[in-house]
């Protein structure tokens, strides 16, 4: 499965952005999907993950009420709805899937990732 993230860019603090991941070619409506993001020298920690069906939402808690994930299965795309961000929530966001229903908050539950999309917020 090929992924494709996109939508990152400097944001000041308080703004907000919109992330996409698509998988095109590919229907995904089996595959569970979660957004991850990684600082510089940290490890890659998760953000948000969504069902096949999208009926079941999970979400770190420093993102829960500020962020919203959701999938368009006609579009076989998912997407990363960031308000109120935050200089703290500056990262690379990846985004994952994996085949199976339930929304996993573990990278190692994923096994296939797009590449980065950088974020950026300005104090």
């Known amino acids: 499965v090929q992924l494709q993230a996109s939508g990152g860019g400097l944001v000041q603090a308080g703004g907000s952005l919109r992330l996409s991941c698509a998988a095109p070619?590919?229907?995904?409506?089996?595959?569970?999907m979660g957004w991850f993001r990684q600082r510089p020298g940290d490890e890659r920690t998760f953000v948000a993950a969504?069902?096949?069906?999208?009926?079941?939402?999970n979400y770190a808690p420093s993102v829960q009420g500020r962020f919203t994930i959701s999938r368009d299965n006609g579009k076989n795309t998912i997407y990363l709805q960031m308000d109120s961000l935050e200089p703290e929530d500056t990262a690379n966001y990846y985004c994952?899937?994996?085949?199976?229903?339930?929304?996993?908050?573990?990278?190692?539950?994923?096994?296939?990732w797009g590449q980065g999309t950088q974020v950026t917020v300005s104090s």
């Open positions: 994952a899937a994996r085949r199976a229903s339930f929304p996993y908050t573990r990278t190692e539950h994923y096994a296939y």
């Open positions: 070619g590919r229907t995904f409506s089996s595959y569970a």
């Open positions: 969504i069902s096949w069906n999208g009926s079941v939402r």
